[in-house]
């Protein structure tokens, strides 16, 4: 049984579920009664003990799926509807870094970067679209980053794929509506995950220096935003990248 | 018409009046999916999908509805079908009226040849192939 909240009776397919940002959507969106199935690529056991951790507050699924691989993709979207008889919420939270400077980056680098960001995105669009366009009506959420619109240091691969996702986005946002279906995506600055960590010990402090709010984010505040436009209230809401960074992006010093 | 064809019209009714929200009854043979029944790019892919659940068949992309031809410079030139053009689309779709199209090919007016009675034969066809 799904707990009672903002969310009993939908289904949403969370991609990259089992750590960081992908994770805290994962949590909120079953605490607030939605069942949901969440894709993971290598953290067999963490997937386990979140899925077994939530059987209180509802219905979690992991799925085992490369979402650099388009048909795994399709059938972990069409084994979705098969169970649950419909998809209401798509949140792409899959993603990776592979950082470094710009003319050291290997062609591996750029296209595992972009193979799974990006790529992966657009499978997952795609596949759930089509079942969302029949029901008429959906809400995809795509997990963007700051760096998508600002460019980032020794993140050229990481910045192209999230900066595509955020045109992704927008035009899938123009051809959707007419279906009900929203599209928007969540920009997030510095987010306490294990992706981040690496930068967050080697430079944080001079990043957190910079940030308004004076710290980072928790993942959790991210999926608060995810979660909003994921809900029916943000049913006008399509095609916006919406930033949730603490004020870093702002010209502002604290 | 046979039974079997009724049922199909029938069916075929169904979906469009699903995909584009009309109703059923305001749905001819000779309707035409843009003009009578204002559908859009993205309803034809709607309609697509619809009939591939309903009959549990695969329509192979530009089968159905040619148009990846529309932006093929060698078969439209200044928003006009050329008579090369004209030819393919009479291959794909020999039922259509052709007759009054040949006569001021713009690609604005080929909408007007995407009728039900069209998605009927198509289906009709398609159907008898599959079976065994």
């Known amino acids: ?254 | 018409m046979s039974n079997e064809k009724l049922e199909l019209v029938k069916q075929v009714k169904s979906v469009i009046a699903q995909a584009l929200r009309v109703e059923e009854s305001k749905i001819e043979l000779g309707s035409s999916l843009i003009k009578d029944l204002g559908a859009e790019s993205i309803d034809f892919l709607d309609i697509v999908f619809r009939l591939e659940k309903t009959f549990k068949i695969k329509i192979p992309k530009g089968e159905l509805f040619p148009e990846k031809l529309l932006t093929d410079a060698r078969f439209v030139k200044d928003g006009r079908v050329t008579p090369a053009g004209i030819e393919e689309l009479k291959k794909r779709m020999p039922d259509a009226p052709w007759g009054p199209f040949s006569e001021n090919p713009l690609v604005s007016n080929l909408g007007d040849l995407f009728t039900v009675g069209m998605i009927v034969d198509y289906l009709s066809e398609k159907l008898a192939a599959a079976q065994p």
């Open chain 1, 1 to 254: 049984m799904s707990a009672p909240g903002r969310f009993s009776g939908k289904v949403a397919l969370v991609t990259g579920g089992s750590r960081g940002i992908g994770r805290a959507v994962v949590v909120r969106l079953a605490g607030e009664g939605a069942a949901v199935h969440f894709t993971y690529r290598s953290s067999a056991e963490e997937a386990r003990a979140l899925a077994a951790s939530l059987t209180k507050s509802g219905r979690v699924t992991a799925v085992e799926c490369d979402v650099r691989k388009k048909d795994a993709i399709d059938a972990a979207v069409d084994a979705l509807v098969e169970k649950e008889g419909r998809l209401d919420i798509l949140v792409n939270s899959a993603g990776i870094i592979r950082d470094g400077l710009f003319l050291s980056l290997s062609e591996e680098d750029w296209s595992e970067v972009l193979d799974t960001n990006l790529g992966g995105t657009w499978h997952f669009c795609k596949a759930a679209a089509r079942q969302m366009m029949a029901q008429r009506s959906g809400r995809i959420v795509n997990l963007s980053s700051i760096v998508g619109g600002l460019g980032g240091y020794g993140q050229a691969n990481y910045a192209a794929s999230k900066g595509a996702i955020n045109a992704l986005t927008k035009s899938l946002a123009c051809e959707l509506a007419s279906r009900g279906i929203t599209v928007n995506a969540v920009s997030p600055g510095m987010v306490r995950t294990d992706m981040s960590e690496a930068a967050r010990s080697a430079f944080g402090d001079k990043i957190r220096e910079k940030i308004p709010l004076g710290s980072f984010a928790e993942p959790e505040e991210i999926a608060a935003a995810v979660a909003f436009l994921a809900s029916d209230e943000a049913r006008y809401i399509t095609g916006q990248v919406i930033t949730v960074d603490g004020g870093i992006s702002l010209l502002g010093r604290r």
